[in-house]
């Protein structure tokens, strides 16, 4: 079946401290991932995506970690900021189709 | 370059009335998706558009529910009679083409039942 989930409902951390946020997914057919940042009263903002055939992919301050042998998925924001404050999402993306499964989602709430 | 448009951003309907809602996606997109969201859930897909034509409704519900993407002007999902369980924000996205990259989020429009 389909099912995303998180195993963090809710994330505090220290301004300064880098976050871990998992997500674990159920169909090993999916080759595509993505998370994203929801804040308040907005839709969902890209943060970064990674195909089934890597392991590691960096941005700015993000890095997402996917393996595959535990279908497991992880996004580490460096030097968390108050500014990242938000609900984060992880999605999948089945083989075939174009529809996006979401987990339920992480809130993160960063203290100064 | 302008995001994903959605209008109205809230949208309030008395049981029985029918709900519009409007998704611009950015420029050059010609993919759709739609979105609906309860509170304190994850987003759960309806159907993915592309102009003119449903190519997956397989999470719009049979009933009261329907979606088009004409060939000129938004995508439109509309909602017959509605009932209180309609009561969500949805959320359309695009994307330039199918397959392995992002869809990109408008801000949602918020549907009230009263």
């Known amino acids: 079946g389909e099912n995303v989930g998180l195993h963090l409902p809710t994330l505090s951390v220290q301004e300064g401290d880098n976050s871990i946020i998992n997500c674990a997914y159920s169909n090993s057919a999916s080759d595509y991932f993505i998370w994203y940042k929801q804040e308040s009263g907005k839709g969902p903002q890209f943060i970064i995506d990674?195909?089934?055939?890597?392991d590691k992919r960096q941005g700015q301050r993000v890095t997402v970690l996917l393996n595959k042998t535990v279908k497991h998925l992880s996004l580490q924001i460096a030097a968390t900021q108050p500014g990242d404050s938000a609900v984060y999402f992880c999605?999948?993306?089945?083989?075939?189709?174009?529809?996006?499964?979401f987990g339920a989602g992480t809130i993160l709430r960063v203290k100064s | 370059n302008a995001g994903v448009m959605q209008n109205p951003r809230h949208l309030v309907r008395r049981r029985g009335q029918e709900a519009r809602l409007r998704c611009s996606p950015m420029?050059?997109?010609?993919?759709v998706y739609w979105y609906r969201q309860l509170p304190e859930e994850g987003l759960k897909f309806m159907v993915y558009?592309?102009?003119?034509?449903?190519?997956?409704e397989s999470g719009m519900p049979k009933e009261r529910f329907s979606a088009e993407f004409p060939k000129e002007g938004p995508s439109i999902l509309r909602i017959q009679q509605v009932v209180r369980g309609d009561s969500a924000a949805y959320f359309c996205?695009?994307?330039?083409?199918?397959?392995?990259?992002?869809?990109?989020f408008g801000d949602g429009t918020r549907l009230s039942i009263l």
């Open positions: 999605a999948e993306k089945p083989e075939y189709g174009n529809k996006l499964v």
């Open positions: 420029k050059g997109h010609s993919h």
């Open positions: 990674i195909r089934s055939n890597m």
């Open positions: 558009l592309q102009k003119e034509n449903i190519i997956d």
């Open positions: 996205a695009s994307s330039p083409t199918p397959g392995n990259q992002p869809q990109h």
